[in-house]
Nanobody
Framework: VQLVESGGGSVQAGGSLRLSCAASGYIDSNYWMAWFRQAPGKEREGVATISTGGRSTYYADSVKGRFTISRDNAKNTLYLQMNSLKPEDTAMYYC????????????????????WGQGTQVTV
């Protein structure tokens, strides 16, 4: 099982980046997938999550209206389009996956996800 993130980099404030997460192994369209991030000295926090079919999404308040999570199940790939980036978005961004249903009360909990990528750095 592998989750491999890509697309990170350095960008000026106000700019955009698109992160990708390629899933392999038995992680497929039956898994909820999410993006988390961790800044130096801070805890890992949920950024956004998306349901198996892509119909349900949840976002952290800090990114609503600026970030969009999406998935292409045919390609087993998760995306995070990040617009209007701010310095406070600087962090290591991680892809995560889990088989079980998520809701507004648990989607952002780190312990709700069993599979993790190695991360991609975003610097604003």
């Amino acid at each position: 099982v592998q989750l491999v993130e890509s697309g990170g980099g350095s960008v000026q404030a106000g700019g955009s980046l698109r992160l990708s997460c390629a899933a392999s192994g038995y992680i497929d369209s039956n898994y909820w997938m999410a993006w988390f991030r961790q800044a130096p000295g801070k805890e890992r926090e949920g950024v956004a999550t998306i349901s198996t079919g892509g119909r349900s999404t949840y976002y952290a308040d800090s990114v609503k209206g600026r970030f969009t999570i999406s998935r292409d199940n045919a390609k087993n790939t998760l995306y995070l389009q990040m617009n209007s980036l701010k310095p406070e978005d600087t962090a290591m961004y991680y892809c995560a996956a889990d088989r079980y249903y998520k809701n507004g009360a648990n989607w952002y909990r780190r312990d709700e996800y069993n599979y993790w990528g190695q991360g991609t750095q975003v610097t604003v």
